[in-house]
């Protein structure tokens, strides 16, 4: 079952890249698919920092991913490169659940 | 698939125990930009047919950003092909170092490697940011996914989100 939605997901999402070379421009210059489009990512980017950092299952819990996504937008803020913004992350969660 | 975000949502609404399709359904929907930069990429490349389905794979982000950034078009040409094979090359290497791996470590938990999705995630939104519409955006995504999601079945969160900004995108639009 996974690997179909894989499959199906990795032939779709090549088929829209395929379409952004090959469709008339026009279709794409749609007013509202160009208003929209850049918006999707934005918006689900963030549900899923949510829903990874403050729910386990369908329950709302805080935890210590909450104090390692602190430390991942402090990172970020400093401008650090993606593997360090991960990995200071990483290493928060795993201090904290030490001690 | 060769699109990091999408990629990384498929794991991550799969891990969160959101299901198969609702994890897919993500992944596509965070594809949906890669159409937006073929049709920037689709005069700069010129490509000839022959080649479109292959530089089609190469359409994401980096790629994107690679060629729009040079001021030649043989330049573009070569910023995009450059990046789309190093990336390509060492995103897939980088997957299959990570499944052979990581089925030889012990509690994830105890690593901290559920800490990783959500920066990774964060990371990823970011440079999106720079705006106010971008940050407001985000910040009522990340609201509305918490207040649904103790009453859907997993994965369906991310949907709702999905929905309503797009809801929100044709009605800015329209004025």
């Known amino acids: 079952m996974i690997w179909a939605g894989v499959v199906v997901a990795s032939a779709a999402c090549y088929g829209l890249k395929l379409a952004g070379l090959s469709l008339p421009a026009r279709w794409l210059r749609d007013r509202r698919i160009q208003r929209t489009v850049p918006l999707i990512p934005i918006a689900l980017l963030a549900a899923l920092v949510a829903t990874n950092t403050f729910a386990t299952g369908r329950h709302l819990t805080l935890d210590v991913r909450a104090a ?31 001690g | 698939m060769f699109t990091g975000a999408s990629q990384f949502a498929l794991v991550g609404v799969i891990g969160a125990g959101g299901g198969v399709w609702a994890g897919a359904a993500s992944a596509v929907l965070l594809g949906t930009r890669n159409a937006l930069y073929g049709l920037r990429l689709s005069s700069l490349l010129d490509a000839r047919r022959a080649l479109r389905p292959l530089a089609s794979q190469f359409v994401i982000d980096e790629t994107t950003a690679m060629a729009i950034a040079r001021d030649e078009p043989a330049q573009s040409r070569f910023a995009f092909w450059a990046t789309g094979f190093a990336l390509f090359t060492l995103w897939n290497l980088g997957t299959l170092a990570g499944a052979l791996v990581t089925h030889a470590l012990p509690n994830p938990k105890v690593l901290g490697l559920d800490a990783a999705p959500p920066a990774a995630f964060l990371a990823l939104l970011a440079p999106r940011l720079r705006a106010r519409e971008p940050l407001a955006i985000a910040g009522a995504s990340a609201i509305v996914v918490l207040l649904v999601l103790p009453f859907v079945p997993p994965g369906v969160p991310l949907l709702v989100v999905a929905v309503l900004v797009a809801a929100y995108g044709v009605r800015v639009a329209r004025r």
């Open chain 1, 68 to 98: 390692a996504l602190a430390v991942a937008a402090v990172a970020l803020l400093l401008r650090a490169p993606f593997l360090v913004v991960v990995i200071a992350a990483t290493a928060t969660a795993a201090l904290l659940r030490l």
